[in-house]
């Protein structure tokens, strides 16, 4: 579990008050309880504001900056996007989108190792939602914690690259599982690093058996506009209808 977070991933944090009278506060709970809350009431306010909400998930350098710097430079919707983006430290992610036309907001958590509900609400009034036609919330990278919290987003991106591994979904599966749609980026590399397209499908398909599955390279463009109708499939679900 993370101790700085308490994220509630394995057994809940537990303080001990040191008397003879000791009580336990379990944490986890109340803290995901908390943060469901205000969830609930972000995707309130999103649906009110007819603005799809896309929480995009990885371990660190995956290619979530860039696969978002090809998807706002190829955009061509009526609307523009918006994009919140979580890190330990700096805006250096937050720039580079911004010089890639999309309107970005960084985050800077310090320790925390992923962004929370309520963390999101300062960020929003940065924003004019109606103006914007989708949102995406570029999390912290990482597999573990973020996958326990949710953000009121409307559909959840996880993004594998090759670079990593065939076996990843099996060595994260609580992340994988929760994602609507997975990505496979930087295909262009697959041959380069013996990435076995066949064993990531069924290792995703294992942990994460309804999910969408898109490969793409952010870097040459290509799978872009499967991930694209993937993410307007997605979005058209029931739920946001």
């Not at 099996?170 to 380069?192: E, G, Q, R, T, W």
């Not at 990435?195 to 069924?202: I, L, M, P, V």
């Amino acid at each position: 579990m993370c101790t700085t977070c308490h994220c509630g991933q394995s057994e809940p944090a537990v303080i001990t008050a040191p008397s003879p009278s000791a009580r336990r506060l379990e944490l986890g709970a109340a803290l995901l309880s908390r943060n469901d809350a205000v969830a609930a009431s972000l995707r309130r306010r999103f649906t009110a504001a007819g603005l799809p909400v896309l929480n995009l998930l990885s371990s660190p350098g995956s290619g979530k900056t860039a696969l978002l710097e090809r998807l706002g430079r190829d955009w061509s919707g009526s609307g523009r996007l918006g994009a919140i983006v979580g890190d330990l430290a700096t805006d250096n992610d937050a720039r580079r989108l911004r010089a890639a036309g999309i309107e970005a907001v960084q985050i800077t958590t310090g320790q925390a190792c992923h962004l929370e509900a309520a963390m999101l609400e300062p960020a929003l009034e940065r924003f004019d939602l109606a103006a914007l036609e989708l949102l995406v919330i570029e999390n912290v990278g990482n597999l573990v914690c973020p996958a326990a919290y949710d953000l009121g987003e409307s559909l959840r991106l996880v993004l594998l690259s090759v670079t990593e591994g065939e076996d990843k979904p099996l060595k994260y599966p609580a992340m994988f599982h929760s994602a609507d749609l997975v990505v496979i980026n930087k295909i262009d590399l697959a041959a380069a690093v013996d990435f076995d397209r066949d064993h990531a499908r069924r290792h995703i398909a294992k942990v994460a058996p309804a999910a969408s599955i898109v490969e793409v390279s952010a870097r040459t463009g290509e799978g872009m506009d499967a991930l694209r109708d993937a993410i307007t499939a997605g979005l058209a679900a029931p739920a946001l209808a």
